[in-house]
């Protein structure tokens, strides 16, 4: 059963850091594309940053603007998500997913397979 696991949200002041972390079992994880994406109420679900499989290439959404850096670490089945300079429109539910074409680098939401259940990032000004 695969299963992915974010954790690292919190309430945070404008300007503040964080590293969100999304644990993945039951799958061969470097096969897989891991993407962030997050979502705010009453809006879609928004794309903030993809990485291949190897991990060699990654995409972000124009709206982060170089504030997040996406990594992986297939040896401990983790993908990241720093988030600098944080500002209140980042407030969000932030979920990580997992997409089996390893090798895009660009997709759109529908190619994840696996979702996990989110965590919340909550900025103060």
């Known amino acids: 059963q695969v299963r992915l696991e974010e954790s690292g949200g919190g309430l945070v002041q404008a300007g503040a850091s964080l590293r969100l972390s999304c644990a993945a079992s039951?799958?061969?994880?470097?096969?897989?594309?891991m993407g962030w994406y997050r979502q705010s109420p009453g809006k879609e679900r928004e794309f903030v940053a993809r990485i291949t499989g190897s991990g060699r290439s990654t995409h972000y959404s124009d709206s982060v603007d170089g504030r997040f850096t996406i990594s992986r670490d297939n040896a401990k089945n983790t993908v990241y998500l720093q988030v600098d300079s944080l500002k209140p429109e980042d407030t969000a539910v932030y979920y990580c997913?997992?997409?089996?074409?390893?090798?895009?680098?660009?997709?759109?939401?529908?190619?994840?397979?696996?979702w996990g259940q989110g965590t919340q990032v909550t900025v103060s000004s």
């Open positions: 039951g799958l061969t994880f470097s096969n897989y594309a």
């Open positions: 997913g997992a997409d089996p074409r390893g090798p895009l680098i660009q997709a759109t939401l529908t190619g994840y397979a696996y």
